[in-house]
Nanobody, 125 residues
């Protein structure tokens, strides 16, 4: 069972990127999924999460209005559309899932049961 994130890269401030996370090894359609990020020298922080059906989403205040989390259960995937990127968005972004509890969403790292490897996002000024 694993999560594989992709789509990171280098972008100028004001630009956009779309991160993808492919889940494998089991069906994730009944579990919350989402994203965290970690900048150098800082703790891992919550970015966004989405419930099993896609009907509920949560965002960190710092990304509200700029980022959009979505999922495609048929593809066992979750996405993060990032617009109006700022240099302070620079971080390693991690895909996450709460596979330990059916239909539950998460907003803290302690609620996450499965982490993917990170993908680097760098925003230049």
């Amino acid at each position: 069972v694993q999560l594989q994130a992709s789509g990171g890269g280098l972008v100028q401030a004001g630009g956009s990127l779309r991160l993808s996370c492919a889940a494998s090894g089991r069906t994730f359609s009944s579990y919350g999924m989402g994203w965290f990020r970690q900048a150098p020298g800082k703790e891992r922080e919550f970015v966004a999460s989405i419930n099993w059906s896609g009907s509920s989403t949560y965002y960190a205040d710092s990304v509200k209005g700029r980022f959009t989390v979505s999922r495609d259960n048929a593809k066992n995937a979750v996405y993060l559309q990032m617009n109006s990127l700022k240099p302070e968005d620079t971080a390693v972004y991690y895909c996450a899932s709460r596979i330990g509890r059916l239909f539950a969403i998460f907003v803290t790292a302690t609620e996450v049961d499965l982490w993917g490897q990170g993908t680097q996002v760098t925003v230049s000024s």
